[in-house]
């Protein structure tokens, strides 16, 4: 039986600022990660996270230019923290992350690895980035995938409905968090 974890990413304070469309994306999140620590499922949160000066940053990387050049995502600083309303609690493991997918730059790997977690849970902020990113690194990991459609959020919805109606399901199970809920009650 697989051993799953529910991945939340870059639900950060500025990200939710920008991509936050009014839908009450944040308190189905929050009944998704209840849910999941209900059923005993790992939630791991995973932020995007620059040091100080940006020594990770090549100009040649436009999107982490543009980032850098926004002045966002510097370690420590509040824009960068976990939005409040989907906060870890005390006991669950954050990873930073230098890039898009979720393992760039990050310990995630070992994490699971360590964990025995064989199957990942996507939800996050962006679809277009953070979720597909780091769905394709883990599909060439070998990861069973379920990505759950109203769990994630991005500023363009017509990219989020091509990337969750017609590109995720050809390589993950998709469904809305609702549904997910159901799958793991306990029965």
């Known amino acids: 039986m697989a051993k799953s974890a529910l991945l939340v990413m870059d639900v950060q304070r ?3 600022a920008v991509a936050d469309d009014g839908s009450g994306y ?3 999140l929050r009944r998704a990660i209840d849910g ?3 059923a005993g499922i790992p939630v791991i949160y995973v932020v995007i996270g620059l040091r100080p000066g940006d020594p990770e940053v090549s100009p040649r990387n436009k999107v982490m230019a543009n980032i850098v050049k926004a002045g966002l995502f ?3 600083q509040a824009g960068t923290e976990i939005h409040d309303d989907v906060a870890p609690r005390q006991g ?3 990873v930073t992350k230098r890039r898009g997918s979720a393992f760039s730059g ?3 790997d070992l994490v699971l690895r360590a964990r025995d977690i064989d199957s990942l849970v996507l939800t996050g902020i962006a679809t277009s980035a953070v979720v597909l990113s780091t769905l394709w690194r883990a ?3 070998d990861f069973g995938l379920t990505v759950l459609a109203d769990g994630c959020l991005d500023t363009d919805p017509e990219v989020h409905t091509m990337l969750t109606e017609k590109l995720f399901p050809q390589w993950a199970d ?3 968090v609702d549904d997910w809920l159901k799958a793991i009650a306990p029965r």
């Open 14 to 16: 500025d990200i939710v």
């Open 26 to 28: 944040l308190p189905r």
């Open 36 to 38: 999941a620590r209900a």
């Open 74 to 76: 510097t370690e420590g």
């Open 92 to 94: 669950d493991v954050v």
């Open 106 to 108: 990050s310990d995630l």
């Open 139 to 141: 599909i060439d990991l």
């Open 174 to 176: 998709v469904l809305t």
